[in-house]
């Protein structure tokens, strides 16, 4: 490294200054080629988490990630790519949907992801409780099935930004997760390397989130929207709400049924999941608008309500489920996703207040962790039926000793339906209804903010 | 480490929380025990670095380093043993006549130093330019040299605070070195061990000194003293100037010699290093009023005056340098220590002007270090002959052509006149006369903000 001045750099970044792009770039390089030590770039993560990073300065930092490995070239498959990341809540399946979903639009989606760590559940998990369902396939693979079915779930391989899960394990070590220029980066040059033509974000916020508020959120947003534009990729921020889990199902197996279900049922529309096809129904106007496939994000939400209510959704996902060695029985049978319950919940005498008024998603998805339905540490393994079904939501009536959740586990004696009735909530009245979408960012800024009137219409 | 949470202490001080004591403690052990990884170790050195340390957290950072290794009891020894420590400036050989001369007035001085890095010299280094004179004796011949004669000087052993010399490794090269808790922490840890009752410290400001500004010399001092306290042990500091090299005589050979000739000439205190004596004098009174010796520090200052015109500090310093084996003709023939001239620097037309206004420290300093006296790398060996002697000082009469300073080292060829040159200035007046102690703390506070009047006089 004889142009590299670690040393320089570190204390550049540690005294607030703006760094070079070029010299961040060199850096990322020079650390994943393994020329700079980790303790030096532990340093570097700190001084960038206090000090933050312009966005230059994250736009460099990206690209170096993204251009350390495989960047997916996927222009020979016909039509605009588009995908979709959540940055993570409980009862998240809204990608198992989603997906199918947007294609059934005629829109593209090609979608690399993650695997769940902490309280939130990650894709792949739910996508592989479905008996042989295969995540790993190659490079070539994935590109057919797009071409064919136009939609493909995978995990992440090596090749894609390897400089990315070399610097996300030493944050995870050094206190130097909780960064959003940091988070930013990560996310977009994992996204950014899967070959996509836009994309559209999920940015969650509240108590199930991994940002808590809504200031967070924004900041958030704004940092992915900003690095979309610096790549030239339209980008749309839905700012959601992560109070209570989403859907009624937490856990593997349980939320891809209900991801099925949602698709399947006789009015999937009108069912008990409202919040769950709120969310879905908005991501999947912006993807189908931005893919091209409709004039306007409400022109492109009507397209995706007319995909489930005909079943042509269903049919996507039932064809992706064949097309990747999954089990398609699962598709007409959900339910054998997770069995019997192996508990009920009941309602605790607090209950004859008369209403749900909140359930801690952030203890819904601790609870689901240690019934095995997560990961407390990468290296566990997850048990695929593990999980609850909530029979009531926040605003609904109840009961004393009426039945609040089912709970799904391989193994019954770790039900401990104890710790899930501590995460809900009772009162006299039920809370006031509020949409689950709190905003949305683009180019041209916060919907909410904007004066201009051009914004599209609340999708909620 | 069952009961320390690495990045929970990490995250804590990221976001600028005081850490509890027991923590910090058991986080540098379990560093220097090998137990937390450097990468850990510098993510905390630079949050620790940017959001600071209050007091107690410094000194719970000192213990743990002190406490890594031997503490040294000199209990044994009688007499109220005092060190002084300096920050380190260009030409800074006080050490060298300071501690016989304190000895000479009857305390004792156990003084354990470091070599030279960077633009600033170091007492070993310079100790060492003595033919023979060694400084690494064994704890047992510290104790009983100090005993039979008053003074000891000698190089940190490995058992000394071994955790500080981990964390300045990974400091240099985590770009944490600057920060005024970790400095303070690291001096006062060394200091500590040596087995003193009480401690003067040189801090030094301007151009040549660690701290360019008094502003951060300030604080290092309050740092310094306030660990000093925290550990019940009397504290000093006198703030001093460093913009111009102390004294004439800058590298080892020709800063020895000057330190002989500054305890042996017919009048060395009316003599031409006005400018050292005085800092070396005003250290002297606190050294001795701290061991006991002396009623005030004024007092102090007059029985080091009495003991540098009798001699006796002469005699204190030949009777050291032989028992620490040096060759102790350099007493009476100091200038063996560089030899003759290899060139000479003269001065430029710019000189015209009539006086030299200043000397840069800083320059001065890098300058010694192309020539051979310093190391710009911990490896590198220095040439004890090579240095300079100064013939002019800011505020002197100089005409062009007329030398303005010597230049000694073992190869000619690396004399480079020009580059000595380039660090002088002229003008047609001579500077305003200024005293060299800007100022004094101890535990009731600075001098110069004191109202109380209970400080002692200015010494200067």
């Known amino acids: 490294m004889p142009d590299l001045d670690v040393v320089r750099l570190l204390t550049a970044k540690r005294d607030g200054a703006r760094l070079d792009p070029d010299a961040i770039a060199a850096l990322v390089r020079a ?5 700079v030590p980790d303790y030096q770039m532990a340093a570097f993560l700190m001084a960038a988490f206090i000090r933050g990073m312009d966005e ?13 490995g495989e960047v997916l070239d996927l222009s020979d498959v016909e039509g605009t790519k588009v995908d979709k990341h959540s940055t993570g809540g409980v009862g998240d ?8 979903l947007v294609a059934a639009c005629g829109v593209p989606v090609p979608m690399i992801s993650g695997r769940g760590l902490g309280h939130t559940g990650g894709t792949l998990d739910k996508l592989e409780a479905i008996p042989g369902f295969r995540t790993d396939l190659g490079v070539e693979a994935y590109r057919q099935q797009l ?41 977009m040059s994992k996204k950014l390397a899967e070959g996509i033509d836009a994309l559209v974000l999920d940015v969650k916020a509240g108590r199930g989130a991994f940002m808590k508020s809504t200031t967070e959120a924004r900041r958030l947003a704004e940092a992915l929207v900003g690095i979309g534009q610096e790549f030239g990729k339209p980008t749309v921020a839905l700012l959601t709400r992560m109070d209570a889990p989403l859907g009624r199902a937490v856990g593997n197996g349980p939320e891809t049924a209900e991801a099925i279900r949602a698709l399947h049922s006789v009015d999937p529309l009108g069912g008990e999941i409202d919040d769950l096809m709120e969310v879905t129904l908005a991501l999947a106007g912006e993807m189908v608008h931005l893919g091209g496939g409709a004039t306007s994000v409400q022109h492109g939400r009507q397209l995706a309500e007319a995909a489930v209510r005909d079943g042509f959704a269903w049919g996507v996902m039932r064809e992706m489920v064949e097309a990747q060695g999954g089990d398609v029985s699962v598709m007409d049978d959900p339910d054998a996703l997770h069995g ?10 607090a209950a004859s207040a008369g209403f749900v008024t909140e359930i801690d998603a952030f203890e819904v998805g601790l609870a689901a962790v240690a019934l095995g339905a997560g990961r407390a540490k990468k290296e566990d393994d997850v048990d695929p039926k593990a ?19 089912h709970v799904y586990a391989s193994h019954a004696d770790q039900a401990n339906p104890e710790r899930l009735a501590a995460a ?12 689950m979408v709190l905003d949305r960012l683009d180019a041209a800024g916060w919907r909410s903010r904007s004066a201009s009137g051009a914004g599209e219409p609340a999708a909620a």
Do not use: C, H, N, W
């Not at 399946?93 to 199918?100: F, N, T």
């Not at 391989?157 to 959003?180: F, H, N, Q």
């Open 93 to 100: 399946k809204v990608s198992l949907l989603l997906a199918p």
């Open 424 to 435: 809900f909530s009772f009162g006299e009245s039920a809370p006031a209804a509020s949409g």
């Open 56 to 68: 230059t300065e994250s736009a460099a930092y990206t690209r170096a990630m993204l251009y350390s």
């Open 31 to 35: 650390y994943t080629d393994g020329d």
């Open 340 to 349: 019997a319950p192996v508990a009920t919940v009941e309602a605790p005498d």
């Open 147 to 187: 071409a064919d079915i136009g939609v493909v779930m995978i995990g992440q391989t090596a090749e894609i930004a390897p400089a990315d899960k070399k610097l996300y394990a030493l944050r995870d070590v050094t206190g130097t997760v909780e960064s959003i220029p940091l988070i930013a980066a990560s996310i």
């Open 387 to 405: 999980g609850y079904v909530l029979l009531k939501k926040p605003g609904e009536a109840v009961a004393p000793g009426e039945p609040l959740a």
